[in-house]
């Protein structure tokens, strides 16, 4: 999964967010305001590159050199304090149950991959609506603080 790169238009924010490639690009800043994506080369997180058992090196971004070892790429991730990708409980959760509603599942079956697709989709809703109501409080906090700044 790719992290990906946003900026606020009002505070001038920059966030950056670990989402998958099929998911809605959009995030909301504290201050309320929708945050634009910035179009750049998306940094990957998982498992490193291997050819045949071996390591292949790669270009790290977030340190700007090559990594020719899981040694160096173990003490650039601890340097920088990164750490290695873990799913939301929830999400995990949803994506288990799905898999395991395809594998027990006749083949061909549709009604079984639409159960198994829904689950995961509401999960999606549920993260989108936190992050939609996330916003709006830090709306109107920060409208909140305009009124008493011009009170005082």
């Avoid at 967010?17 to 998306?42: K, S």
């Avoid at 929830?90 to 009604?111: L, N, S």
Wanted: hydrophobic residues 30%; charged residues 35%.
């Amino acid at each position: 999964m790719p992290f990906y790169t946003f900026t606020c238009p009002a505070c001038g924010e920059v966030r950056e967010e670990l989402m998958g490639m099929n998911e809605q690009h959009f995030l909301t800043c504290e201050c309320g305001m929708d945050m634009d994506r910035v179009w750049d080369i998306p940094s990957l997180s998982g498992d490193l590159p291997q050819t045949k058992g071996k390591f292949r090196p790669f270009y790290d971004n977030v340190t700007g050199r090559v990594m020719n070892s899981n040694r160096e790429w173990a003490d650039a991730k601890k340097a920088t304090g990164r750490t290695d990708f873990e799913p939301d409980p929830q999400h995990q959760a949803a994506r288990d149950e799905a898999v395991y509603i395809e594998k027990h599942a006749k083949p061909g079956d549709r009604d079984a991959a639409r159960a198994a697709h829904k689950t995961l989709k509401e999960v999606h809703r549920k993260k989108a609506e936190e992050r939609v109501d996330k916003g709006f409080e830090a709306a109107k906090e920060g409208a909140l603080r305009k009124l008493s700044d011009m009170d005082a």
